[in-house]
């Protein structure tokens, strides 16, 4: 995001005078009522701008200290803190109340998926029955199979009974993707259809997010 994240993390850039996240916090469901927000970089200015609540919401933070600890890195800090089924998300992108709904009533560990021309992040390979099989991060694809992955997942504490694995080869970033597809065999992971959603990763995509939320919310 270049200078637009100098002064201040990316989940606090503002969307129609919103901050991402607050984008985010608002469209949960009620039966969220307590979120755990990892926080890395400048994360006290987040934790000094949403407190301890956001409405009815219990907030609670866990930092992250490593830049390249990754996503794998990111829940397993917050591993005491979890209990039962949880909902996992990205700190940037946007997505749809009614997704985040349709994949907590999953049965299922559940991935958010969406429909794109050319795939920027990774890829979810799924079968017809939509049972995920892998997913491949975008170093390793053609941008063009299946589903993108959105980053929003529903797992629960059995994802702990696996080790951290790599991002990618030789890589030092632990992926949750890359951990949590070892259980695919023993535990059903479901694919949930995006109804709309925009990943966050340039500057341009601010424009998307408004048009996307605007046209959601007039």
């Given at each position: 995001m270049g200078p637009l994240t100098e002064k201040k993390p990316k989940p606090l850039l503002e969307v129609n005078g919103k901050s991402l996240l607050e984008h985010k916090l608002a469209a949960l469901p009620e039966e969220v009522d307590e979120v755990i927000i990892v926080i890395g970089y400048r994360g006290e200015m987040i934790r000094d701008k949403f407190g301890a609540s956001y409405g009815n919401i219990t907030l609670r933070y866990v930092r992250q200290e490593n830049p390249t600890g990754g996503t794998a890195e990111a829940l397993w800090l917050a591993k005491d803190l979890l209990r039962g089924k949880f909902l996992v998300m990205n700190g940037d992108n946007i997505y749809a109340?009614?997704?985040?709904?349709?994949?907590?009533?999953?049965?299922?560990?559940?991935?958010?998926?969406?429909?794109?021309?050319?795939?920027?992040?990774?890829?979810?390979?799924?079968?017809?029955?939509?049972?995920?099989?892998?997913?491949?991060?975008?170093?390793?694809?053609?941008?063009?199979?299946?589903?993108?992955?959105?980053?929003?997942?529903?797992?629960?504490?059995?994802?702990?009974?696996?080790?951290p694995k790599p991002k990618a080869a030789g890589s030092s970033e632990l992926g949750l993707p890359q951990t949590f597809i070892q259980a695919a065999q023993d535990i059903p992971i479901k694919t949930v259809q995006a109804s709309g959603w925009v990943e966050i990763k340039e500057p341009s995509d601010l424009e998307k997010a408004s048009v996307f939320l605007t046209q959601r919310h007039p």
């Amino acid at each position: 995001m270049g200078p637009l994240t100098e002064k201040k993390p990316k989940p606090l850039l503002e969307v129609n005078g919103k901050s991402l996240l607050e984008h985010k916090l608002a469209a949960l469901p009620e039966e969220v009522d307590e979120v755990i927000i990892v926080i890395g970089y400048r994360g006290e200015m987040i934790r000094d701008k949403f407190g301890a609540s956001y409405g009815n919401i219990t907030l609670r933070y866990v930092r992250q200290e490593n830049p390249t600890g990754g996503t794998a890195e990111a829940l397993w800090l917050a591993k005491d803190l979890l209990r039962g089924k949880f909902l996992v998300m990205n700190g940037d992108n946007i997505y749809a109340r009614e997704d985040i709904e349709k994949c907590i009533k999953s049965e299922n560990w559940s991935v958010l998926v969406g429909a794109a021309e050319a795939i920027r992040t990774g890829a979810v390979i799924a079968d017809e029955s939509g049972r995920v099989l892998s997913i491949v991060e975008n170093t390793e694809h053609s941008g063009k199979e299946n589903y993108a992955n959105t980053a929003l997942y529903v797992l629960d504490t059995r994802v702990f009974d696996y080790d951290p694995k790599p991002k990618a080869a030789g890589s030092s970033e632990l992926g949750l993707p890359q951990t949590f597809i070892q259980a695919a065999q023993d535990i059903p992971i479901k694919t949930v259809q995006a109804s709309g959603w925009v990943e966050i990763k340039e500057p341009s995509d601010l424009e998307k997010a408004s048009v996307f939320l605007t046209q959601r919310h007039p």
